[in-house]
């Protein structure tokens, strides 16, 4: 289920004008306005998520705060040599139809290929692909998200207006949190999809 309405009227509120606009990242990678707008509201997406999955009473809002849980690395701390290699990677989704709902844990890789970081969520029907960037206030992950079976965009090559109907391979945007070279997470605030905020947590 897509939640277009609700979202594009909460990221035009939170989004300051330079992200409406389109934008690029500390390293020059460009972002979609969406994506910088999404990326702007994080702490509102959080705060939202944590309230409606609290008013549901659902039963792994506790699993995804603890998923929370250490103070991320520096960015200037975390390189490739520190996160390359495989990971158990658990899903929680917050917020919007999902309320709380964690899936068992999948593998996720980490590559490093000619300057670039890779990452990409190997198993489970709803997968994503994409890299990893510095920025000023820490690393970003843009990539794209797809079903099992098909084949992701780069994230280059999503248009500035996406139609989300009728497919699942979307934009997908997150904060990159690394706690140690065996915990992480990456925060996806507003995805197109079901909730309101999905965290992603890394572990190995």
């Given at each position: 289920m897509t939640r277009l309405p609700i979202l594009a009227l909460a990221l035009a509120l939170a989004a300051p004008v330079a992200a409406?606009?389109?934008?690029?990242?500390?390293?020059?990678?460009?972002?979609?306005?969406?994506?910088?707008?999404?990326?702007?509201?994080?702490?509102?997406a959080l705060g939202r998520a944590v309230l409606e999955s609290a008013r549901a009473e659902a039963g792994d809002l506790g699993r995804a705060l603890a998923g929370l849980r250490g103070d991320p690395l520096p960015a200037e701390e975390v390189d490739a040599a520190l996160?390359?290699?495989?990971?158990?990677?658990?899903?929680?989704?917050?917020?919007g139809i999902a309320g709380a709902i964690s899936y068992d844990p999948f593998r996720c890789v980490v590559?490093?290929?000619?300057?670039?970081?890779?990452?990409?969520?190997?198993?489970?029907?709803?997968?994503?692909?994409?890299?990893?960037?510095?920025?000023?206030d820490g690393l970003v992950y843009l990539g794209s998200s797809f079903v099992h079976g098909e084949a992701p965009l780069p994230y280059?090559?999503?248009?500035?207006?996406?139609?989300?109907?009728?497919?699942?391979?979307?934009?997908?945007?997150?904060?990159?949190?690394?706690?140690?070279?065996?915990?992480?997470?990456?925060?996806?605030?507003?995805?197109?999809?079901?909730s309101t905020i999905n965290i992603l947590t890394l572990t190995r």
């Amino acid at each position: 289920m897509t939640r277009l309405p609700i979202l594009a009227l909460a990221l035009a509120l939170a989004a300051p004008v330079a992200a409406q606009e389109g934008a690029t990242l500390a390293d020059g990678t460009a972002i979609r306005a969406e994506d910088a707008a999404r990326l702007e509201g994080i702490e509102t997406a959080l705060g939202r998520a944590v309230l409606e999955s609290a008013r549901a009473e659902a039963g792994d809002l506790g699993r995804a705060l603890a998923g929370l849980r250490g103070d991320p690395l520096p960015a200037e701390e975390v390189d490739a040599a520190l996160i390359e290699g495989e990971w158990r990677c658990q899903m929680t989704k917050l917020g919007g139809i999902a309320g709380a709902i964690s899936y068992d844990p999948f593998r996720c890789v980490v590559t490093a290929e000619g300057g670039t970081i890779g990452f990409e969520k190997l198993t489970g029907s709803q997968r994503t692909r994409g890299t990893i960037h510095r920025d000023a206030d820490g690393l970003v992950y843009l990539g794209s998200s797809f079903v099992h079976g098909e084949a992701p965009l780069p994230y280059a090559d999503f248009a500035e207006t996406v139609d989300t109907s009728g497919t699942e391979t979307l934009p997908d945007v997150g904060r990159v949190e690394i706690v140690s070279d065996e915990r992480g997470r990456i925060i996806f605030p507003f995805p197109y999809r079901e909730s309101t905020i999905n965290i992603l947590t890394l572990t190995r």
